[in-house]
């Protein structure tokens, strides 16, 4: 099990990682943060928390009995990743990657490990 700081180091190792946070949903608070994605990442997060709050209540009102993996937000020149945690739903995991040097697919396998060994 890992820590904050340890998971935003191996975050920010993803291949095109341009910045990362955890953040708790409820608060918008990002809980750590760490990369210079050109932006203030603490109001991403906060942007980010009513973009989850605003999927769980259309799934609740279209009474979908389902957990949201991951929100993709596709940017001309980012991907903005958010992966819910298993362990708290209340807890994301937002990473901003380079469209032109990331790697999609492996982002996300790389940050469900991150989150499998993430213990808050």
């Known amino acids: 099990m890992t820590g904050y700081q340890e998971t935003v180091s191996r975050a920010l190792n993803i291949e095109g990682a341009l910045g990362f946070a955890i953040v708790d949903a409820k608060s918008g608070m990002a809980m ?40 993709l937000i596709t940017l001309g020149k980012q991907f903005h990743l958010i992966r819910l945690t298993e362990f708290d739903p209340n807890v994301f995991l937002y990473l901003v990657l380079s469209r032109s040097r990331g790697n999609l697919a492996m982002a996300r396998y790389q940050l469900n490990k991150l989150e499998s060994s993430l213990r808050l």
Do not use: C, Y
Request: a negative charge; charged letters at 20%; zero cysteines.
């Open 32 to 71: 750590a943060t760490g990369g210079d994605p050109g932006f203030d990442l603490n109001v991403a997060a906060a942007g980010n928390s009513s973009v989850v709050q605003a999927k769980l209540r259309t799934m609740d009102d279209l009474g979908l009995h389902e957990s949201i993996e991951d929100i």
